[in-house]
């Protein structure tokens, strides 16, 4: 099992940033990689980046150039720093983990935060 606590979200201007945080402990040596996925009212959970244990990311094209995910392996924790954000940013964020290696389909996440309220006003 690995447990996932994320932190960081909030109420931001537009044009400004947020820096979110996942606190995974547990099994976490079972996993392939840590995503972020965002899920805004009436739409459905969304990839917004990803990160393997290598180091390789992978983001949403709504977001790059925009969004940074990098991990701290010795503290067990990923972190999406978000620059420039934007009204449609606004969603609850989770962080998830995962086995596999498709990394970009929530359905493919075993694991998962409780989320994260980001609020982008304009």
């Known amino acids: 099992q690995v447990q996932l606590v994320e932190s960081g979200g909030g109420l931001v201007q537009a044009g400004g940033s947020l820096r979110l945080s996942c606190v995974a402990s547990?099994?976490?040596?079972?996993?392939?990689?840590m995503g972020w996925f965002r899920q805004a009212p009436g739409k459905e959970r969304e990839f917004v980046a990803a990160i393997t244990w290598s180091g390789g990311t992978y983001y949403a094209d709504s977001v790059k150039g925009r969004f940074t995910i990098s991990r701290d392996n010795a503290k067990n924790t990923v972190y999406l720093q978000m620059n420039s954000l934007k009204p449609e940013d606004t969603a609850v964020y989770y962080c998830?983990?995962?086995?596999?290696?498709?990394?970009?389909?929530?359905?493919?996440?075993?694991?998962w935060g409780q989320g994260t309220q980001v609020t982008v006003s304009s």
């Open positions: 998830a983990a995962t086995r596999s290696r498709a990394i970009g389909w929530p359905k493919y996440y075993d694991y």
């Open positions: 547990g099994r976490t040596d079972s996993t392939n990689a």
